[in-house]
């Protein structure tokens, strides 16, 4: 069921538009109880480099999301990196480096 | 271990450890007892012969400052040498700067690169500072010309509480005629004082906050506001394109010296001031020095600069007052600091300009969240207040703009 619905990779300015900017969780709570819902069907998830950039530049009430919500962020295994660098490549210029 | 991530190894692209450490100017040692590990396993790592792990590359990635992701990348990027922007420093070899310097001035240039494409971006026009100066002037005429871009009148600068209202009001007038000013930390003063970057449009100067005397900030802005004007002027190159010798560079440096001081103290206001005071030339000592320098918002050391280019104090006079000043020098309290808040902070570092085009980018859309906290240094939560700053600019004339 996994494989046919998709898994989304979530990257911080997604968690920074939902929580911080567009849709805080005190007014949209509905959205939370979705997405909660999602990550229990294990239909989402973020690399742990998203963690620590939310960690980063988040406000206080997402970094507290975060650190309660711990196993939606995966370690960088090394499917995830090959996929990275494979993006890198095909998008040189992505990257400031 | 400290988490999940820390048993992988990263698939990392050796030669990019290699020249992420090189651009940084750092030797393996260092950068291996940073990261608690031996330099034969560094050196590993860089030939290829080991991976390091996740922990370890973004360990890496922090301490030189660059993306995680650049580690992944297939070759190294090419980048111009940094010393093709920077002008010639006194003392600072081009290509063999500090680890401290090259961090400073590559996050400096990075910045002016995101306010062009910020402008680019939201359609607004961008500065074009074209005055310049030439060697053959003299100092004076050179520095009334930028007194006169500036706008500062005798009258404002007088009427200023302190010496941080004269560092704000004077950085302001520099941003306003299409330069950005951006102070970093942690170089040595021994090493440089300001600096700037000769790119057009909107060259950098950049004031190192290890200055604690907002007076002396100024002075060293204006310094290098010269050094700009003599580049528009073509007279200097960035320290890659420089020639001239050190006893050739030296006279450019006090003749730059010589007009920023014109530029900060007019002529004419001092004579003024020099009539009523009625100071025989050698007797200048550091308390009546001092009281004038506190008019001009100034510190004492430009003000005997000044007495000095203006024939008010004898060279022997001058040598003699600047031993008195450094003996008193000595009696001072280091420095206590004071509270500067995550915005003040962020505005001291990047200046207002910058600061109003990431939040005008923000808000039209035209970046993310991520990439304004990146910009800017700051934590989302500050945006508010940094909105809130942006909008009074009449502040507090106690507040540190320290930029660390």
Request: aromatic share 8%; net charge negative; glycine share 8%.
């Amino acid at each position: 069921m996994m494989a046919n619905e998709g898994v989304y990779s979530l990257d911080t300015s997604f968690f920074m538009d939902w929580q911080a900017r567009h849709y805080p969780v005190d007014v949209f709570a509905s959205l939370e109880n979705k997405i909660e819902e999602m990550i229990a069907a294990g239909r989402c998830g973020a690399v742990r480099l998203v963690k620590e950039e939310i960690d980063s530049v988040g406000t206080p009430g997402l970094r507290a999301w975060a650190k309660s919500h711990s196993g939606l962020f995966v370690p960088m295994t090394p499917e995830i990196q090959l996929e990275g660098a494979a993006i890198e490549a095909k998008y040189p210029d992505l990257m400031d480096p | 271990m400290t988490s999940m991530s820390t048993s992988f190894n990263a698939l990392v692209n050796p030669p990019l450890l290699v020249w992420a450490r090189e651009e940084s100017g750092y030797p393996p040692e260092l950068v291996a007892d940073r990261l608690k590990v031996k330099p034969e396993r560094l050196l590993a790592w860089e030939r290829g012969d080991l991976k390091p792990t996740v922990r370890q590359v973004q360990l890496l990635a922090k301490f030189y400052h660059r993306p995680f992701g650049v580690f992944f990348l297939p070759q190294p990027p090419l980048l111009p040498p940094i010393a093709g922007e920077y002008r010639r420093l006194p003392g600072v070899e081009p290509g063999a700067e500090s680890p401290e310097l090259r961090l400073a001035l590559r996050i400096m240039s990075q910045r002016r690169q995101i306010a062009l494409q910020l402008l680019e971006e939201l359609g607004n026009p961008i500065a074009e500072f074209e005055t310049s100066a030439h060697l053959l002037e003299g100092p004076n005429e050179v520095g009334n010309r930028l007194r006169s871009l500036l706008g500062v009148t005798n009258e404002e600068q007088l009427g200023w509480t302190d010496e941080w209202e004269g560092w704000r009001c004077w950085r302001e007038a520099v941003e306003a005629a299409g330069i950005l000013v951006f102070q970093f930390p942690k170089v040595p003063l021994n090493q440089v004082r300001g600096l700037s970057l000769l790119k057009f449009p909107l060259p950098v100067i950049g004031i190192n906050t290890k200055e604690s005397a907002p007076g002396a900030r100024v002075f060293t802005l204006l310094h290098e506001l010269t050094h700009i004007a003599l580049s528009v002027g073509q007279e200097e190159e960035p320290a890659l394109g420089e020639t001239r010798d050190d006893a050739a560079w030296s006279k450019v440096e006090r003749w730059a010296e010589e007009a920023a001081s014109a530029a900060l103290i007019p002529a004419n206001v001092l004579a003024g001031f020099l009539g009523r005071m009625s100071v025989a030339r050698g007797a200048w000592d550091v308390p009546l020095v001092r009281s004038l320098a506190v008019k001009f918002r100034v510190t004492p050391l430009a003000m005997a600069t000044r007495l000095r280019v203006e024939g008010a104090l004898t060279w022997e006079g001058y040598d003699l007052w600047k031993a008195g000043w450094a003996e008193y020098l000595k009696t001072l309290k280091p420095r206590s600091g004071g509270f500067a808040s995550p915005v003040d902070k962020a505005l001291g570092r990047g200046g207002r300009p910058l600061a109003q085009l990431v939040v005008e980018a923000l808000d039209a859309n035209r970046i993310t969240a991520v990439e304004a906290c990146r910009h800017l240094d700051l934590r989302f939560e500050h945006f508010d207040k940094l909105r809130a700053e942006l909008r009074d600019r009449a502040r507090s004339t106690h507040t540190i703009d320290d930029g660390e």
